[in-house]
């Protein structure tokens, strides 16, 4: 060990490849094991959605912009991307449950203990959707969700979350949880998951992101950071400059 120095510390490393039931591991040294300016992970591309519909990814649109309202200075759930964080996170593990255990008995517990149910949250969102759009046209002379006003819309979310209305072959209350909780997170995570788009909840909170260094102002207290946000994927203006 008294060879043992810290610069071989950081330029060593191992990278565990996992395939199936098959683990390898091959130790790269004397360099690191990425790029400088690149990110170790894809950033979350909107396009086509991956587990909504398009009737389901408008009405979750519809209702990002309700929980987290545009203004002047800060867009919307919807323009955020919030929707888009949802689907990609419904078409993945979180959305299969998996991770979590899963097998009866499913018994109604106290809060405390969590969600007490056999379905997934990708399996919530679609039974919730659908009985939400059926709800609607029954009650409002046919029109959709997205057609409702802003006032009713409001009204419809404040009911699921009260639990005063009621969905067929759903939990309305549990659903808006999930939702509500859902638009936050998609609000304030790194831009790499498909939300917080342009860092816009960064900027609106003065939140640097995920900056590598601020010993410089460690001991500044009280004073706004003038640096803009950075996401995991870095930022536009650190790509190499070509010559």
């Given at each position: 060990?008294?060879?043992?120095?810290?610069?071989?510390?950081?330029?060593?490393?191992?990278?565990?490849?996992?395939?199936?039931?098959?683990?390898?591991?091959?130790?790269?040294?004397?360099?690191?094991?990425?790029?400088?300016?690149?990110?170790?992970?894809?950033?979350?591309?909107a396009g086509q959605w991956l587990f909504f519909t398009?009737?389901?990814?408008?009405?979750?649109?519809?209702?990002?912009?309700?929980?987290?309202?545009?203004?002047?200075?800060?867009?919307?759930?919807?323009?955020?991307?919030?929707?888009?964080?949802?689907?990609?996170?419904?078409?993945?593990?979180?959305?299969?449950?998996?991770?979590?255990?899963?097998?009866?008995?499913?018994?109604?517990?106290?809060?405390?203990?969590?969600?007490?149910?056999?379905?997934?949250?990708?399996?919530?969102?679609?039974?919730?959707?659908?009985?939400?759009?059926?709800?609607?046209?029954?009650?409002?002379?046919?029109?959709?969700?997205?057609?409702?006003?802003?006032?009713?819309?409001?009204?419809?979310?404040?009911?699921?979350?009260?639990?005063?209305?009621?969905?067929?072959g759903a939990d309305g209350k549990v659903f808006f949880?999930?939702?509500?909780?859902d638009v936050q997170e998609g609000f304030f995570a790194?831009?790499?998951?498909?939300?917080?788009?342009?860092?816009?909840?960064?900027?609106?909170?003065?939140?640097?992101?995920?900056?590598?260094?601020?010993?410089?102002?460690?001991?500044?207290?009280?004073?706004?950071?003038?640096?803009?946000?950075?996401?995991?994927?870095?930022?536009?203006?650190?790509?190499?400059?070509?010559?």
């Amino acid at each position: 060990m008294t060879n043992f120095r810290r610069r071989d510390l950081l330029t060593g490393t191992a990278l565990v490849l996992v395939g199936g039931t098959v683990a390898r591991a091959s130790v790269v040294s004397g360099q690191l094991p990425w790029a400088p300016d690149s990110s170790s992970a894809d950033a979350v591309q909107a396009g086509q959605w991956l587990f909504f519909t398009p009737p389901e990814a408008a009405m979750v649109e519809a209702m990002a912009d309700r929980i987290i309202p545009p203004d002047p200075q800060t867009p919307g759930g919807k323009d955020a991307g919030c929707a888009v964080f949802i689907d990609r996170q419904l078409a993945g593990p979180y959305g299969r449950a998996e991770g979590l255990y899963n097998r009866p008995p499913f018994v109604k517990g106290i809060k405390q203990q969590g969600p007490q149910s056999a379905l997934t949250p990708a399996q919530v969102y679609r039974t919730a959707l659908r009985a939400l759009d059926h709800f609607c046209r029954s009650q409002q002379g046919g029109k959709s969700w997205v057609e409702l006003s802003s006032e009713r819309q409001d009204e419809v979310l404040h009911g699921l979350d009260s639990g005063a209305i009621e969905l067929e072959g759903a939990d309305g209350k549990v659903f808006f949880k999930g939702l509500l909780t859902d638009v936050q997170e998609g609000f304030f995570a790194d831009p790499l998951y498909g939300g917080n788009r342009d860092m816009c909840a960064w900027k609106m909170i003065g939140f640097p992101g995920a900056h590598y260094d601020y010993r410089d102002w460690v001991m500044r207290h009280n004073e706004r950071y003038p640096h803009p946000p950075v996401s995991i994927a870095g930022r536009p203006d650190w790509n190499p400059k070509k010559s």
